[in-house]
């Protein structure tokens, strides 16, 4: 049974890094050609994809969040990692990593195969 959890801070200052891990569990994060995703939903807003990390390391971005987004992954430790730079409290969201078969840049559910959830709060 496949199954991924979100890991980090549920505050983080404005200005900071922001870094998420996602422990997969049930599957080699090598295995196949999966695209390892973040996705995020701010309160009262839509789901938001972040980027995506495939299994030799290619990355892809969400062009809306420039380059303040990082996606690396752990082999050893069968886990990926978000970063966000310089956040502000428009960051503030619920944070999912997520396991997709093809790269989807835009999200109207969650997606099947997801973490719970953490929520993530930018404030002073």
């Known amino acids: 049974q496949v199954q991924l959890q979100e890991s980090g801070p549920g505050l983080v200052k404005p200005s900071q890094t922001l870094s998420l891990t996602c422990t997969v569990s049930g599957v080699s994060i090598t295995t196949n050609n999966y695209y390892w995703t973040w996705i995020r939903q701010p309160p009262g807003k839509g789901l938001e994809w972040m980027g995506a990390?495939?299994?030799?390391?290619?990355?892809y971005y969400s062009p809306s969040l420039g380059s303040r987004t990082s996606i690396s992954r752990d082999t050893s430790k069968n886990q990926f990692t978000l970063q966000l730079r310089s956040v502000t409290p428009e960051d503030t969201a619920v944070y999912y990593c997520?396991?997709?078969?093809?790269?989807?840049?835009?999200?109207?559910?969650?997606?099947?195969?997801r973490g719970q959830g953490t929520r993530v709060t930018v404030s002073s």
């Open positions: 997520a396991r997709e078969a093809a790269l989807v840049r835009n999200y109207y559910s969650l997606p099947i195969l």
């Open positions: 990390i495939r299994k030799m390391g290619d990355t």
